[in-house]
């Protein structure tokens, strides 16, 4: 956290940014079955990253990088 923080303030050059653009002012109120929009893109997000993970052969390849060689052996 304290990398990206400081990785973002160096892009930035330490200014505050704040996304003021109407464009995204309709994100929030907007709601599809009483969740919020914000809500339905995090699910779809999951879904998305949880397939990816399990279907692909990324997904095997990102799982299998570590120590316990028996485990990614097993995996696939």
Same mark, same amino acid.
């Given at each position: 956290?304290?990398? !990206?923080? !400081?990785?973002?303030?160096?892009?930035?050059? @330490?200014?505050?940014?704040? +996304? $003021?653009?109407?464009?995204?002012? +309709?994100?929030?109120?907007? $709601? +599809?079955?009483? =969740?919020?929009?914000? &809500?339905?893109?995090? =699910?779809?997000?999951?879904?998305?990253? $949880? &397939? =990816?993970?399990?279907?692909?052969?990324? !997904?095997?390849?990102?799982?299998?990088? @570590?120590?316990?060689?028996?485990?990614?052996?097993?995996? !696939?």
């Amino acid at each position: 956290m304290t990398t !990206g923080r !400081g990785i973002a303030q160096l892009i930035t050059e @330490g200014r505050i940014l704040t +996304f $003021t653009d109407p464009a995204f002012a +309709f994100l929030g109120p907007v $709601t +599809f079955h009483s =969740l919020p929009l914000p &809500v339905w893109m995090w =699910l779809a997000t999951a879904v998305l990253v $949880t &397939v =990816l993970m399990r279907c692909t052969a990324l !997904g095997l390849i990102i799982k299998a990088v @570590g120590i316990n060689h028996q485990a990614w052996r097993v995996a !696939g």
